[in-house]
């Protein structure tokens, strides 16, 4: 998931909890960002699911 706190986004792997470490300015930020550091982001039943680099193997 993609997470706002304190007026920043992190993404957060929706299967383990981890967060990337690093903050953004904007939610398509951090979803561009994602792709760079290897996190799948899948929709599934409609919602979007984003998962570690850890988790997807």
Known sequence: MISKE???YTLIC??????????YETFQDAA???ADIEWKR???????????PDCIE
């Open 6 to 8: 304190y007026g920043k």
């Open 14 to 23: 929706d299967i383990c909890g981890a967060d990337s470490d690093e903050e």
């Open 32 to 34: 561009d960002a994602g």
């Open 42 to 52: 899948k929709k599934i039943d409609g919602g979007w699911v984003d998962v570690c």
